[in-house]
C-alpha cells in the first residue's frame, strides 16, 4: 500500500505529459500520479468524464490552463472525489469577445489547411521572452507537433463552449493552491486574482520571470509549491 498521494495532472492547450515532467520526477515520493488524456474530445465534458474514468477513487487535482477549466467541470461533476486543487495559468471566466474570435480565427487557419504548431514567433505569448530560445522553447514546439491538428482542433472546440465556472468558486471547500506567471499573456494575473478572492482559504502565488507554463518555467518553485499543497491537512 503506497503512502503517495494520488494525483491527477491536466495538461494545457497543445500540452502533453511532458508539461508535468518536472513535477512528476520532483513528488516522487509523495505523489502517485497521472497525467489525463485530453487531446481525444471536444467538449470540457467528455474531457472530464474521461478523466474520471481514469482516475482513482480520490485524488488531488492540479491544472494548467485549459486544465483548469477541465477542472472545474471534475468538480461539478464529482467533488468527492477531489481531495485537494491546484490551478496554474488559469481562470474561471469564459473567453472575451476578442479571445473567443482570437481562438475561431486558429481554427479557420486549419479548415484552409493550416496548422503549424506553435512558431517561435508565437513563444512569446506563452513564455517569459528569457525562455523563448532554448530547451523551454523547444518544449513547448515539441509538445504542440505531437498534439496536432486535429487534437488542436478538438481542444479549442471545447474550450470556446465552457461554461462560466466563477459561480463554482464559493463551493470549492478543498485546499486549493493557484499560481500564475507575472508575466503571463494569456491567463494574466488579474485571473488568478478572481480564483483567489473566490475560493474560500485558498493560497495564491505570483511567480516572477515566467509567462503561462509555470511547471516549465519555474520548474523547481512550481515543484516546491505542489510538494507544500500535497502536506496541506
Not at 461533476?77 to 486543487?85: K, S
Request: glycine share 6%.
Amino acid at each position: 500500500m503506497s503512502d503517495r498521494a494520488p494525483l491527477l495532472l491536466l495538461p494545457g492547450l497543445l500540452c502533453t505529459a511532458r508539461l508535468w515532467q518536472a513535477q512528476i520526477d520532483a513528488l516522487d515520493n509523495v505523489a502517485d500520479p497521472r497525467v489525463a488524456d485530453l487531446t481525444r474530445d471536444d467538449s470540457v465534458g467528455a474531457m472530464a468524464e474521461r478523466a474520471l474514468a481514469n482516475a482513482p477513487p480520490r485524488f488531488a487535482l492540479a491544472a494548467l490552463s485549459m486544465g483548469g477549466y477541465v477542472a472545474f467541470e471534475i468538480l461539478r461533476r464529482a467533488p468527492e472525489r477531489v481531495t485537494r486543487l491546484a490551478l496554474i495559468a488559469t481562470s474561471a471566466r469564459p473567453d472575451s469577445p476578442e479571445r473567443a474570435a482570437q481562438r475561431q480565427r486558429g481554427i479557420d487557419a486549419i479548415g484552409r489547411g493550416r496548422f503549424v504548431g506553435v512558431t517561435r514567433q508565437l513563444l512569446p505569448s506563452l513564455v517569459h521572452p528569457s525562455h523563448v530560445d532554448g530547451p523551454i522553447g523547444e518544449i513547448v514546439q515539441s509538445m504542440a507537433a505531437e498534439v496536432g491538428a486535429d487534437g488542436y482542433l478538438r481542444q479549442q472546440a471545447a474550450i470556446l463552449a465552457r461554461p462560466d465556472s466563477e459561480p463554482l468558486l464559493v463551493r470549492i471547500e478543498v485546499p486549493t493552491l493557484i499560481v500564475v506567471g507575472e508575466d503571463d499573456r494569456l491567463t494574466p494575473p488579474v485571473e488568478a486574482e478572481v480564483m483567489h478572492a473566490g475560493i474560500a482559504g485558498s493560497t495564491l502565488h505570483r511567480l516572477e520571470v515566467c509567462g503561462h507554463l509555470p511547471p516549465l518555467e519555474r520548474a523547481d518553485e512550481t515543484s516546491d509549491l505542489m510538494r507544500e499543497w500535497l502536506a496541506v491537512r
